[in-house]
């Protein structure tokens, strides 16, 4: 299932999670669908990733389930379908505040 949030005349977001370890992966693949795992997909750093396409509430269940299961993971974002995906900065506002947006 494609997790897209579209707000008004705003281009769409897309949310990435990416994975740093083998089972941080299985995790991830256990609870998304088959169809959100994107290979090999460019990022602004000019690096390719392989990462997962999810919603902001799965975002939010794997960061409050990180201690306990030993997730080791990094978040990215890309604004409109052709937006470079970068990585997602906390500093910016907060993580419920981007939800909202």
Request: hydrophobic letters at 35%; proline letters at 3%.
């Given at each position: 299932?494609?997790?897209?949030?579209?707000?008004g005349?705003?281009?769409?977001?897309?949310?990435?999670?990416?994975?740093?370890?083998?089972?941080?992966?299985?995790?991830?693949?256990?609870?998304?669908?088959?169809e959100?795992?994107?290979?090999?997909?460019?990022c602004?750093?000019?690096?390719?990733?392989?990462?997962?396409?999810?919603?902001?509430?799965?975002?939010?269940?794997?960061?409050?389930?990180?201690?306990?299961?030993?997730?080791?993971?990094r978040?990215?974002?890309?604004?409109?379908?052709?937006?470079?995906?970068?990585?997602?900065?906390?500093?910016?506002?907060?993580?419920?505040?981007?939800?909202?947006?």
């Open positions: 299932m494609a997790h897209v949030a579209i707000r005349d705003r281009a769409p977001t897309f949310w990435y999670v990416y994975p740093r370890d083998a089972g941080t992966n299985k995790v991830f693949s256990d609870n998304l669908d088959e959100d795992s994107c290979e090999e997909k460019l602004s750093d000019g690096k390719r990733r392989n990462l997962w396409r999810c919603s902001t509430s799965n975002i939010a269940e794997f960061e409050n389930s990180a201690t306990d299961l030993r997730l080791r993971f978040i990215f974002v890309q604004e409109g379908m052709y937006g470079k995906i970068r990585p997602w900065l906390f500093g910016q506002f907060s993580f419920t505040e981007a939800k909202r947006r």
